[in-house]
């Protein structure tokens, strides 16, 4: 009614006034119109079955519901398509008016959930609400990549690797068997709890043996294997020592080259004789004779 009284008011002041009172029009129903969802985050442990609830204006006339899901991949698909469940959701999941439940999730269930509804009805009408659903999952077994030697003096890094925890576990490292400060102040190494890295800006001797890490975050913690790693002092003295016994070798072998070149075990070259005998004549142009004739 406010809206046909509005219009004809507009029509009795001219053109232009209605048109501006359209658009408010249209602006102030599309207002009404939406799409929200009672819970944007939902957090749930895995194995648990959560509810994706999703609920619309009554300006939507017949609407028309679909839900979709987005991974941590980015890949797209559809959970609830022309008024069903897609067929790899039919067997784990239930659907209902105001919206869908997960039975038992998975890791792989985490991620963005979309509530698209389009109105059917005179008016086009759109919304869409997303829900991020995050599912807590205990850290697996982490891989502690250690160099199995490294030269007294040098850089080395250690890490420690873990890709399936959530929340985003935190990472200790251990050196037989003993726990590695994250900070201290006269040591020679960095521990970067959230990455895992160890770094060593100068290994010593002393920093042989043992490494293994943990993962750890709300629901648990795991540890890696055992890895060594020696480290070995550089050899002074056995690349001295190898140093002159390549020039030994070299010196040896020049003088070889020299004794025997002296001795003439060498060709030298512009040594070889060239004999030049003169050709016999057979016949000189004194004698020459002409045996036969021909006509041209």
Request: glycine share 8%; charged share 20%.
């Amino acid at each position: 009614e406010k809206e046909r009284e509005m219009v004809a008011t507009a029509s009795n002041s001219g053109r232009p006034q209605l048109l501006a009172l359209l658009c408010c029009c249209c602006l102030w129903t599309a207002a009404l119109a939406g799409v929200t969802a009672p819970d944007p985050t939902i957090t749930v442990k895995e194995g648990d079955s959560p509810d994706l609830r999703c609920s619309y204006t009554s300006d939507y006339i017949n609407p028309r519901v679909e839900w979709k899901f987005v991974n941590k991949d980015q890949e797209t698909s559809f959970v609830f398509y022309d008024g069903s469940l897609t067929a790899s959701y039919k067997d784990r999941a239930t659907s209902y008016p105001q919206g869908i439940k997960l039975n038992q999730v998975t890791r792989k269930d985490a991620g963005e959930y979309s509530c698209e509804v389009t109105s059917t009805g005179t008016k086009v009408l759109y919304g869409e609400a997303k829900i991020q659903l995050q599912v807590i999952v205990a850290p697996g077994t982490p891989v502690a990549q250690v160099p199995s030697s490294a030269r007294t003096g040098s850089v080395a890094e250690l890490m420690c690797v873990e890709t399936q925890g959530f929340p985003l576990p935190t990472f200790t490292w251990y050196h037989n068997n003993s726990p590695m400060q994250a900070k201290s102040q006269n040591s020679t190494y960095t521990i970067d709890p959230n990455t895992g890295v160890l770094k060593f800006a100068s290994v010593g001797t002393s920093d042989s043996g043992e490494y293994y890490c943990k993962a750890t975050n709300s629901q648990g913690e795991q540890s890696s294997a055992i890895v060594r790693m020696d480290v070995k002092d550089v050899n002074v003295g056995g690349i001295v020592a190898a140093v002159v016994i390549v020039l030994l070798i070299l010196a040896l072998l020049g003088f070889g080259l020299w004794f025997a070149y002296s001795r003439g075990y060498l060709d030298r070259k512009g040594n070889k004789k060239v004999i030049y005998s003169q050709p016999s004549e057979t016949r000189s142009d004194k004698n020459f004779q002409q045996t036969s004739s021909f006509l041209v």
